[in-house]
């Protein structure tokens, strides 16, 4: 083993291309704006509570949804800051300077379980840090008859 240190290195061999495996990973694309003039808009229907989030088991039962319902007619490109401002104007405690949003979408699995998903949050003024604010419906997943719940804390 004396003189290993002398022998010279042999250049690294060159392995097979590198392959990828299934299709390409989508790009998250923008969506195309809607003409809010030509487009119908959309029954959101979003609860609030003070705190946290609605529990999955509290939309089980349909037609026994949580009593705190708003319902807002909107467009899938709506942002999170839009919808802030929608709910200020009807739930007090997210009128406080200091109140944070968070949002997360309600719908069936494929068991036909609720599932709650939080998406993002916004603070009720905007305070200049990154937020989620320009993050719109349709970049987050939603789909027409999801339930939106909102925690306001």
Do not use: E, T
């Given at each position: 083993m004396?003189?290993?240190?002398?022998?010279?290195?042999?250049?690294?061999?060159?392995?097979?291309?590198?392959?990828?495996?299934g299709p390409p990973p989508m790009a998250r694309l923008r969506p195309e704006p809607i003409d809010r003039e030509k487009t119908c808009p959309l029954l959101l229907r979003v609860f609030t509570k003070v705190g946290s989030h609605h529990q999955n088991e509290e939309f089980a039962v349909r037609g026994k949804e949580p009593k705190d319902e708003v319902q807002i007619y909107t467009w899938k490109d709506a942002t999170l800051r839009e919808l802030t401002d929608l709910v200020k104007e009807v739930a007090l405690p997210a009128r406080r300077?200091?109140?944070?949003?968070?949002?997360?979408?309600?719908?069936?699995?494929?068991?036909?379980?609720f599932v709650v998903r939080q998406v993002g949050s916004t603070f009720s003024y905007v305070h200049g840090r990154g937020g989620d604010d320009a993050k719109t419906l349709a970049e987050l997943g939603f789909q027409i008859g999801d339930y939106l719940s909102v925690a306001i804390m």
């Open positions: 004396a003189g290993m240190g002398d022998m010279p290195m042999r250049p690294a061999r060159p392995g097979p291309p590198m392959q990828h495996r300077r200091n109140a944070r949003l968070s949002f997360a979408f309600v719908y069936p699995d494929k068991n036909g379980r």
